[in-house]
């Protein structure tokens, strides 16, 4: 069974650029989380979503946003870059419709943002 | 609002000691808690998770954990050390939010680091 997979692996922007990047769950999942983790802030929750609806949203700013297609593969665009996004952004998916404590959720192996 | 604190960012033991790495809650409701490890640039794997069926929990690779309410503690502990534990270490609650729904809230994490 494939697990979750993130692309790109790394990437590399500069100040004001936007930046997409792709995360394909686990096949019958249908959540879609999203995760930034960096050494000052550790690992924080963006959103989530959940048969192409959002359903959870962290405490990020609004060029944080995200979405979710059919074939439960998400998207998160992050616009008008800041030194600060440079992050490993992790996703994680699971089934989605009982309880974190009842399922499992899997996590990619991240997408990591150098901002320049 | 649900919180876990890691102590110590850094543990180091030798091969064949017993590992302990700390974690401590906060919740005023029953918490659900987790172990996660991350190795170097890879994403999250679930070691282990308290979901109130009993106070000892066992995980993957060796590892345990004991649920103390009285000490609102969540320690991950593993009898013997191997080179290959040498990882990140994260514990995890979760929590719900305004929309009813769960999310991960993450210590900061605990570096251990196993010398031969």
């Known amino acids: 069974k494939a697990g979750v997979t993130q692309t790109p692996r790394y990437l590399i922007k500069t100040r004001g650029q936007q930046v997409t990047l792709s995360c394909s769950p686990i096949?019958?999942?249908?959540?879609v989380s999203w995760y930034q983790q960096t050494p000052g802030q550790g690992l924080q929750f963006l959103f989530e979503?959940?048969?192409?609806?959002?359903?959870n949203k962290g405490n990020f700013p609004g060029r944080f946003s995200g979405r979710q297609f059919s074939n439960s593969r998400s998207e998160m665009n992050v616009s008008t870059l800041e030194l600060g996004d440079s992050a490993l952004y992790l996703c994680?998916?699971?089934?989605?419709?009982?309880?974190?404590?009842?399922?499992?959720?899997?996590f990619g192996p991240g997408t990591r943002l150098l901002v320049l | 609002a649900q919180s876990v604190t890691q102590l110590g960012s850094h543990v180091s033991v030798s091969e064949g000691a017993l590992v302990l790495l700390r974690c401590n809650y906060s919740?005023?409701?029953?918490?659900?808690l987790f172990w996660y490890v991350q190795y170097p640039n890879q994403g999250l794997q679930l070691l282990l998770k308290?979901?109130?069926?009993?106070?000892l929990v066992k995980g993957i690779n060796g590892f345990e954990a004991e649920f103390k309410k009285s000490e609102t503690s969540f320690h991950l502990t593993k009898p013997s050390a191997h080179m290959s534990d040498a990882a990140e270490y994260f514990c995890?609650?979760?929590?719900?939010?305004?929309?009813?729904?769960?999310?991960?809230?993450f210590g900061t994490g605990t570096r251990l680091l196993v010398s031969p």
């Open positions: 308290y979901t109130s069926a009993a106070t």
């Open positions: 995890a609650v979760s929590a719900r939010m305004n929309t009813g729904f769960q999310k991960l809230v």
């Open positions: 096949s019958g999942h249908r959540s």
């Open positions: 919740s005023s409701v029953p918490p659900y």
């Open positions: 994680a998916s699971r089934r989605g419709q009982g309880t974190l404590e009842g399922e499992t959720q899997y």
């Open positions: 979503y959940f048969s192409e609806t959002q359903r």
